[in-house]
Nanobody, 116 residues
């Protein structure tokens, strides 16, 4: 079955950086676009970044453009989210997401807290 396992979250000061990882298994990784979503306390889940199956095209939420970078490693079946210049507003649980055989799949999430 599809498994997505996020890691790399934690507590960071404003202006700092974190790199999130999502290890994927149970489906053909190279055939699927991958996405990162986040959910802040009291808010809905929002799309942060998406990368196509080949990695040739990436899209970002306006709020993270120029600060976050999504990438993928086909050999490791892993998608990354490099987050720089973090702001308090980036505090959220970050989720990895894929659609496989017309079903949506989410990881359990990793907490990112930006605070001094």
């Amino acid at each position: 079955q599809v498994q997505l396992v996020e890691s790399g979250g934690g507590l960071v000061q404003p202006g700092g950086s974190l790199r999130l990882s999502c290890a994927a298994s149970g489906f053909t990784f190279s055939n699927n676009a991958m996405s990162w979503y986040r959910q802040a306390p009291g808010k809905g889940r929002e799309l942060v970044a998406r990368i196509t199956n080949t990695g040739s095209t990436t899209t970002y939420a306006d709020s993270v453009k120029g600060r976050f970078t999504i990438s993928r490693d086909k050999a490791k079946n892993t998608v990354y989210l490099q987050m720089n210049s973090l702001k308090r507003g980036d505090t959220a649980v970050y989720y990895c997401f894929v659609i496989w055989r017309m079903a949506t799949h989410w990881g359990p999430g990793t907490q990112v807290t930006v605070s001094s």
